[in-house]
């Protein structure tokens, strides 16, 4: 009976293009996508319609319909577009491109051993996960080979998220996200954020000027790689243990945002580590910063100047080395719900008090 609902629930989405009539579900309020039914593909759209959970079971791979590359300018009637910045798929009746719209709540949860992994159906891009609800929640999942997607309702649109969150609360821990065309994560909603232990390659982490300032947004033990954390919002924002490498700007920080930077590593970035602009903080403490090229200390106040000693930067492989002056001097009292563990799964403590940076030695 399971395989049977599941084929149901699948099949009626494919007439559901452009998502403005959701699935209905009249056997219950759960759907549940298991390993035994993975591959499950998307073409078109899938909506998880309100008052409907969706679970994935650890295992599963969701693979949303991929299509050729446009290359075209604005064609009348065709609804295509590319721009300097790249090649873009689009939305319409005739290219069925695979994107997710969870209406409802959604539980996501893979495991280190057998992780969900979110990607494309070929070597094409896909369109975006789209959430809109009340309460998300990701660990050990994968996303990758997203592209930015274009459909029309009464104007243009356009999403370039690989995950994009309109509304709810959202926990992310553990997660991956790379090889996404645009974006990795955008937040546009008056959302509480928490994201741990989770490795953002190349592409960047944005958060839009529709948070509200009453909201709380968490980073801790993440890793940015070659990515930005961009807020142009006002939002109370902790970024504490992570470290980021090999970005120009790694933290950029408009609006009214107010701020806690703790216990983070800035490795190799280019003007700036970060940018203030007009944002307000209310603690700067214990953070490296490190610019081999640089012939001297900019002299920002909470961090100090001195080389991370990773173990082999060129491997991509930014856990600490012996003798590194991040072990055993951050500051744990900054945050009172610190992850358990550190990125790799370790105990986030292992010393005296806990390591700066993503990883515990």
């Given at each position: ?118 990607t494309s159906t070929s070597e094409g891009k ?14 050990y999942c994968e996303f990758k080979n997203a ?215």
């Amino acid at each position: 009976m399971g395989r049977i609902y599941m084929f149901i629930i699948f099949f009626m989405s494919f007439s559901n293009y452009f998502c403005s009539n959701p699935i209905t579900n009249d056997l219950d309020s759960l759907i549940v996508w298991k390993k035994i039914n993975s591959p499950i593909v998307i073409n078109g759209c899938y909506t998880v319609p309100k008052g409907t959970k969706l679970i994935i079971e650890p295992g599963v791979e969701v693979r949303l319909k991929s299509y050729p590359v446009i290359d075209s300018t604005w064609v009348e009637n065709a609804r295509i577009r590319r721009d300097t910045t790249g090649m873009y798929y689009f939305v319409n009746s005739n290219n069925l491109a695979g994107w997710l719209n969870i209406k409802g709540d959604i539980s996501a949860k893979g495991t280190r051993s057998d992780p969900i992994i979110f990607t494309s159906t070929s070597e094409g891009k896909w369109g975006i996960i789209m959430v809109d609800n009340e309460y998300s929640d990701f660990s050990y999942c994968e996303f990758k080979n997203a592209h930015r997607i274009y459909f029309k309702n009464e104007e243009y649109h356009y999403y370039e998220s690989a995950l994009t969150v309109k509304n709810g609360v959202i926990n992310i821990d553990n997660c991956t996200f790379k090889h996404n065309k645009n974006r990795n994560l955008s937040i546009y909603s008056l959302s509480n954020v928490t994201i741990f232990n989770t490795r953002f390659e190349e592409k960047g982490v944005h958060f839009n000027n529709f948070i509200d300032s009453n909201h709380k947004i968490v980073f801790a033990n993440n890793l940015f790689y070659k990515a930005r954390l961009t807020f142009q919002a006002a939002a109370y924002i902790s970024i504490i243990n992570n470290t980021f490498v090999f970005c120009n700007v790694p933290v950029d920080l408009n609006m009214n945002t107010n701020y806690k930077l703790c216990n983070n590593i800035f490795y190799e970035w280019g003007d700036y580590p970060i940018n203030r602009k007009t944002a307000s903080y209310t603690l700067i403490k214990n953070n490296i910063y490190f610019k081999q090229k640089s012939r001297e200390n900019p002299n920002l106040n909470g961090f100090i100047w001195a080389d991370p000693s990773f173990l082999n930067e060129n491997d991509l492989d930014f856990r600490l080395s012996s003798g590194s002056p991040c072990i055993d001097t951050g500051d744990q009292s900054i945050y009172n719900d610190f992850p358990l563990y550190d990125l790799l799964g370790n105990n986030r403590v292992n010393g005296t008090t806990i390591d700066i940076g993503c990883y515990e030695k």
